[in-house]
């Protein structure tokens, strides 16, 4: 199984801040990489596809780069409702793998 | 405007066999473009990829989970539906279904998940 690692695993942050988010594939996945936003008690919701195309209705601060092995997800001005955990996930290859997922507070 | 909604028991005796359902709304299941998933979410914990079925290619299963996992779907009702025998406690989680979209994994729209709790 490919597997995914993120950094950090929670990061505090203040509205209006820039924030990174790395994803670390164990192996090439080329750009097969897509960026999740869970809130509590609700539903993933996609971000960001392709490494980098941003999801219909996904609001423009956010924005992916990377390929190969290395990924990032940038919030480019943290508003209150980007407070979330986010996830990566690789959809190169089976089994679908996802990240641990990194607490934004 | 693609919406998914999970159905099923929130509460499974240990050993018994838990099923669950996905009613696809805005769209058809029958559209070759789809992978039609579940993702499980115990509490606390991380996403886990279950598997997938798609109208011509048939089922992938997660090989890391054990096989005790059926998905299926019924045209007819534009549903899919999963199936896990002899469940335990570790199977207690949040059960999604979701859409991977133009033949990839890219899970664009999900349902809003449904607990299920295995106990006696």
């Known amino acids: 199984d490919i597997q995914m690692t993120q950094s950090p695993s929670s990061l505090s942050a203040s509205v209006g801040d820039r924030v990174t988010i790395t994803c670390r594939a164990s192996q090439g996945i080329g750009t097969w990489l897509a960026w999740y936003q869970q809130k509590p008690e609700k539903a993933p919701k996609s971000l960001i596809y392709?490494?980098?195309n941003l999801q219909s209705g996904v609001p423009s601060r956010f924005s992916g780069s990377g390929s190969g092995t290395d990924f990032t997800l940038t919030i480019s001005s943290l508003q209150p409702e980007d407070f979330a955990t986010y996830y990566c996930?690789?959809?190169?290859?089976?089994?679908?793998?996802f990240g641990q997922g990194t607490r934004l507070e | 405007q693609v919406q998914l909604q999970e159905s099923g028991p929130g509460l499974v005796k240990p050993s018994q066999t838990l099923s669950l359902t996905c009613t696809v709304s805005?769209?058809?299941?029958?559209?070759?473009?789809?992978?039609w998933t579940w993702i499980r979410q115990p509490a606390g914990k991380g996403l886990e990829w279950i598997g997938r079925i798609h109208t011509s290619e048939g089922t992938t299963y997660n090989p890391s989970l054990t096989s005790r996992f059926t998905i299926s779907m019924d045209t007819s009702k534009n549903q899919f539906s999963l199936n896990l025998n002899s469940v335990t406690a570790a199977d207690t989680a949040i059960y999604y279904c979701?859409?991977?979209?133009?033949?990839?994994?890219?899970?664009?729209?999900w349902g809003q998940g449904t607990l299920v709790t295995v106990s006696s």
């Open positions: 979701a859409r991977g979209r133009d033949g990839t994994s890219f899970l664009d729209y």
């Open positions: 805005g769209g058809s299941i029958n559209s070759g473009s789809y992978y």
């Open positions: 996930q690789q959809y190169k290859t089976y089994p679908i793998t």
């Open positions: 392709t490494a980098s």
